[in-house]
């Protein structure tokens, strides 16, 4: 519980800093988008390192279902100690990851006020699911959208080559 506490609180300085240092330097909308993917690529690092660890002793997948279906469940338990509420998918590629009280997004949702901020929370963990699928072999567009707080959907879009 402690941890969680902790990653929580890390994770909000982590965006306070970095959107900080950024507003600083540049315009507000080139600020965004700096951060953003400032915050992203670190969790592209993140997730890469952390799904070596996970997977080590873990036979390979056989199809992208497969792959999507170990981040729902084991990945997403190691991050946020609870699996994914909801996994859907056009068995063409794309997926849609539908968590219903996302742990990032809980200290914010006391109220509607925060809804705009919510998205800038949401980049780390875009760039973890990224970065995990990516060390998986698998090159993915992760883009994250809130409509109720602390809900969030994590869509995935498998790029085919």
Wanted: proline share 2%; with cysteine.
């Amino acid at each position: 519980m402690a941890d969680d506490a902790l990653f929580e609180f890390l994770h909000m300085e982590m965006v306070a800093h970095i959107y900080k240092e950024q507003a600083s330097r540049a315009e507000t909308e080139q600020e965004r988008t700096t951060s953003v993917s400032i915050l992203e690529g670190m969790g592209f690092r993140v997730g890469q390192g952390l799904i070596e660890r996970i997977t080590k002793d873990t036979p390979g997948f056989k199809d992208d279902l497969d792959v999507m279906k170990f981040i729902c469940k084991d990945f997403w338990i190691s991050m946020f100690r609870k699996q994914i509420d909801n996994l859907r998918t056009n068995h063409q590629g794309t997926y849609v990851l539908q968590d219903n009280k996302f742990a990032l997004l809980t200290q914010l949702s006391n109220g509607k006020q925060y809804m705009e901020e919510a998205p800038k929370y949401l980049a780390f963990s875009c760039g973890l699911v990224r970065g995990a699928l990516c060390n998986l072999g698998m090159d993915s567009v992760v883009t994250a959208e809130v409509s109720t707080m602390p809900s969030c959907k994590f869509q995935v879009v498998i790029q085919k080559t």
